[in-house]
């Protein structure tokens, strides 16, 4: 354990455990060996000043795309571990920064959330971007507990 | 009307009919313009010998991608004439030919089909194409009539 971790409880906790094993897995090259949790996770904060230097319209990069799907990828990794069905996200991006991120579980939507404007994709904070995350969980496993014949399609 | 509807009344038929409809709306230089129904989906049409002769291994391109969508937008387009309900196609192919098809209406996967060697899409002949259509329409329809409440979610 990093002195990050004992120095913030929020690093610790489930969701951002599972965001840091999710940037790993795309990190072929091993660049984030040996770096604290809040350096693994920096380029999601993205503060009003910095958003308001990101141009209006841009579009969006392979990188930041991968770590948005890194961020639902990690929701579904999420609501899979609490309900013990398997979730799958499926991430649809256009060019110009328009799509649409799906969570499924069985023959259940759990999660359906319309991504716009991703090149400025980002969290005022870490704490922000998991209270995002809990509130996305706890639907998805709502929705889950009141049709779990249809999630266990 | 030209010829070809008065020959074969498969193509008069509703899924023919959108699928010509989604063909044309992805011909932004109006290739298609007069040509018969026949030749605009002659590009479905892959025999086995054709599919013998394409090799195993291949990317697809942006215009079979586009020919791909096309089919699971008609699909999505006559489950929601049928129902009266939205109902969203969504698609993700990875480059390497592989992927996941997914019709949603409301909270509900109405169809959900995974993709692969998508380099060699095609139907042996217009008619399986509707067979396969048919079959997809009949189980998505299935499954709304099942659960309409998660379908009007």
Chains 1, 2 share one sequence.
Not at 114 to 120: I, P, S, Y
Request: net charge negative; proline share 5%; charged share 25%.
């Amino acid at each position: 354990m990093n002195q990050a971790v004992a120095q913030d409880p929020l690093l610790s906790t489930d969701f951002i455990q599972e965001m840091v094993k999710q940037m790993r897995a795309i990190d072929s090259y091993g660049t984030y060996d040996g770096w604290p949790v809040e350096r693994i996770l920096a380029p999601y904060v993205v503060t009003k000043e910095q958003r308001r230097a990101i141009p209006v319209i841009g579009d969006p990069d392979e990188i930041l795309l991968s770590r948005i799907k890194a961020f639902y990828n990690a929701i579904a990794s999420l609501v899979e571990k609490e309900c013990g069905l398997m979730a799958v996200p499926m991430i649809n991006i256009t060019h110009e920064g328009f799509g649409r991120a799906v969570i499924t579980v069985g023959k259940l939507v759990v999660m359906d959330k319309t991504l716009r404007d991703v090149h400025r994709y980002g969290y005022e904070s870490l704490s922000k971007m998991k209270d995002e995350a809990d509130k996305l969980l706890s639907v998805a496993l709502e929705i889950v507990g009141k049709y779990p014949e249809v999630a266990g399609m």
